[in-house]
């Protein structure tokens, strides 16, 4: 890639609502333990967004903390693309909603959706419009409210997720600190182990499909576990080989936030030490796109990524999705 070309995350933002639902207030609400969530997946607590509180609501303020962030306002975005499982509704999107919000009067406003690996797709959509001169200022926003696709009364889901979003402004990059390589993957023949069956053009909503609660995710965690852990390795080894480098150079790895024993693999398998491994799921559960952006700026507000820093972020999702993103901050 050409000096030109390069382009780098210049702001950073995120935003989780305010109420936490923590592991004893789900033994309450189904038949499970704070021991066997915490030992199950790492996850202590997580939050949960308000009724009336939309994915919107919480990727405006991400967006508004990431301008800031970059010094940039919103009238200056060229694209603005939000990542979303849960988007507020099937249409228009949630990017309109926040290019309204946001005052971006100027930028061209989409959705994606590639589930848990959506902030590393939409990077890397961003990264290209860049690159090939088509837009100097791109905002990326992955926004999700879990909660509200959640069956409560499935103990095998609804420990898992929570509710928040990240974001991150993309510009062309003045100097070395830019994105080194970005990896999307994916495969579409095991799009059933985790997936919402209800609500789309296949099976509308009717009072069959809310009967029988097809409005919520459906996951096959075991099947789920292992594709992540082997995607996950393969994106991340992908991702160093285009950069060059290899998980020495590397000075944080930022996963997916989905489960701890999943980290820890991918740690094992990129041999490096967990102390090199961004982990906030035990107060976050897994946000799905929003996990990366609300670690990078935690793992950046905590003095553990610093300008120089070589930080490779690595996720997976339904779909199957996954990718893998490099860069210097
Ligand atoms: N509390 C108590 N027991 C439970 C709970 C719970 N919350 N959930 C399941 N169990 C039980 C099961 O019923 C089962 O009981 P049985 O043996 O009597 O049938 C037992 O625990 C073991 O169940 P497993 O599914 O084998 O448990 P496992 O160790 O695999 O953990 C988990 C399950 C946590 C879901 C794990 O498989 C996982 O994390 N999968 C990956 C999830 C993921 O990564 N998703 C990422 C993408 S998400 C996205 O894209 C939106």
């Not at 290209?128 to 696709?149: C, F, P």
């Not at 990896?183 to 009717?206: H, K, Q, T, V, W």
């Amino acid at each position: 890639m050409s000096e030109a070309s390069k382009v780098r995350i210049a702001g950073v933002g995120s935003h989780v609502p305010e109420r936490i639902l923590t592991n004893k207030d789900l033994e309450a609400m189904v038949e499970t333990s704070d021991e066997w969530i915490t030992s199950r997946t790492g996850i202590r607590e997580r939050h949960i967004a308000a009724d009336g509180e939309p994915s919107s609501s919480l990727g405006i303020a991400a967006a508004q903390a990431a301008l800031k962030d970059a010094g940039i306002s919103a009238e200056e975005l060229d694209l603005i693309i939000v990542a979303t499982i849960t988007p507020d509704y099937i249409y228009p999107s949630t990017a309109s909603i926040l290019q309204q919000a946001l005052g971006a009067t100027r930028a061209v406003a989409y959705d994606i959706e590639a589930a848990c690996s959506g902030f590393i797709y939409g990077i890397t959509i961003g990264e290209q419009y860049i690159a090939s001169g088509r837009a100097e200022k791109v905002l990326v926003v992955a926004a999700e409210t879990l909660s509200k696709i959640t069956d409560w009364q499935d103990r095998n889901t609804c420990v898992l997720f929570g509710d928040g979003a990240g974001a991150a402004v993309l510009t062309r990059a003045v100097d070395d600190s830019c994105i080194l390589s970005s990896y999307i993957g994916g495969d579409g023949a095991f799009g059933e182990l985790l997936y919402m069956p209800a609500g789309g053009s296949l099976n509308p909503a009717s009072e069959r499909t809310v009967l029988e609660r097809m409005h919520y995710m459906k996951m096959s965690g075991n099947e789920v576990f292992r594709a992540a852990v082997n995607a996950m390795n393969n994106a991340a080894s992908k991702a160093m080989a285009m950069a060059g480098i290899t998980s020495k150079d590397v000075d944080l790895i930022i996963p997916h936030q989905a489960n701890m024993r999943i980290i820890q693999s991918v740690a094992k398998f990129m041999e490096v030490d967990m102390a090199k491994v961004y982990v906030n799921l035990d107060r976050f559960g897994n946000t799905s796109a929003a996990t990366i952006g609300i670690a990078l700026r935690e793992a950046m507000d905590r003095g553990v990524v610093k300008k120089g820093s070589v930080v490779a972020m690595v996720a997976f999702g339904g779909g199957f999705t996954w990718g893998s993103l490099i860069f210097r901050c």
